[in-house]
């Protein structure tokens, strides 16, 4: 497998037992009526037409979104509604991202390094520009007014997550400390398919072996537990919860890596991309039930320091809410 380090934001990465994690752009949505006290439910199917139409028409690059990866989340009682609640919310896929490849050819490469940054830059322009052109944009549905909120996900926001972990430890790191520098070492993954994880033919729980060679594709690790994640709608608001997230068959796995340059590479390259799982579900219904069953989003990814349990230190992130920050100290 090529260095972490090197992989473009744009390129697929292949790792252990049929999983591979793909890339694309992921943008958190909320949607609010321009008049609060609106009693119709919102149109689902028009409210998708309207914003793949935007897509294909408005941006400076035509983006071409499938139906399917259009999430959308009505509130179920408008009358229990709160006038500064929103009617809808959801997220939105660009999987098709191979536009902003570098167009250089190989021989014209000479340091692959610095292509990647480079790469990385246009991506994250790209991305920044989508949310900022759709975010406040006003939707007319059937004659009522709606407007539109968008976000990056935090648990997809490098970027911020390094800022967030480096001025924490800052304050910890500084002056003498008996167990020298600390870091945070350990990613911590929910809502993901048991099965994954699992033997095959064996169990359809997760096992500690596959997960284990799953991860090794990262780093070396020091510490792993992987666990069916039965709390973890418990454990979410109903809001928070990602369409398609099943209590019982996900689980929670956690991962501490005895670098930190591992666990750096390997929660960079989870952010912005989905796991895919090759061959899963060949005999599905429907080719919308077959990309569903192939394509997960983690529930929540965080990351954290575990090597100092007197000063435990948390910072989590969930999918469905970018301000969600907890730290523990």
């Not at 049929?18 to 439910?41: A, E, Y």
């Not at 009522?144 to 909120?149: A, F, G, R």
């Not at 019982?248 to 796991?275: M, P, T, W």
């Not at 060949?282 to 997960?296: A, D, I, L």
Request: glycine content about 4%; charged content about 35%; proline content about 5%.
């Amino acid at each position: 497998m090529r260095p972490l380090e090197t992989l473009p934001p744009t390129e697929t990465l292949e790792i252990e037992n049929g999983l591979s994690l793909v890339p694309r752009v992921k943008l958190n949505l909320t949607i609010h009526p321009s008049l609060p006290s609106v009693s119709k439910p919102i149109d689902e199917w028009q409210l998708k037409r309207a914003l793949i139409d935007f897509l294909k028409t408005s941006l400076s690059v035509s983006v071409t979104v499938p139906e399917e990866d259009l999430q959308i989340k009505r509130l179920k009682d408008l009358k229990k509604r709160k006038r500064d609640e929103p009617v809808a919310h959801g997220a939105l896929f660009i999987r098709d991202i191979r536009f902003l490849s570098s167009k250089k050819k190989i021989e014209e490469v000479d340091n692959e390094e610095e292509d990647v940054k480079e790469l990385e830059k246009k991506f994250l322009e790209w991305r920044s520009y989508v949310a900022e052109k759709m975010d406040g944009i006003e939707l007319n549905l059937e004659g009522v007014k709606y407007n539109l909120s968008v976000e990056i996900p935090a648990s997809d926001d490098f970027g911020r997550m390094r800022k967030d972990w480096e001025e924490s430890y800052a304050f910890r790191n500084r002056g003498y400390s008996r167990g020298g520098r600390q870091e945070p070492d350990t990613i911590v993954l929910r809502g993901v398919p048991s099965r994954w994880f699992a033997e095959p033919r064996v169990s359809s729980k997760p096992s500690m072996l596959v997960t284990h060679t799953i991860f090794s594709t990262f780093g070396k690790i020091r510490n792993l537990n992987v666990s069916e994640d039965e709390d973890l709608a418990k454990g979410m608001d109903e809001d928070e919860l990602d369409i398609g997230i099943v209590s019982g068959l996900h689980c929670k796995i956690i991962v501490q890596f005895e670098k930190y340059r591992d666990f750096y590479n390997a929660l960079k390259v989870l952010c912005g991309r989905s796991l895919q799982k090759d061959g899963f579900f060949r005999n599905s219904r429907s080719q919308n039930q077959e990309k569903s069953s192939k394509m997960q989003e983690p529930a929540a990814v965080r990351y954290r320091s575990e090597a100092s349990r007197r000063e435990p230190h948390v910072s989590e992130f969930t999918s469905n809410d970018t301000r969600r920050k907890r730290f523990k100290e």
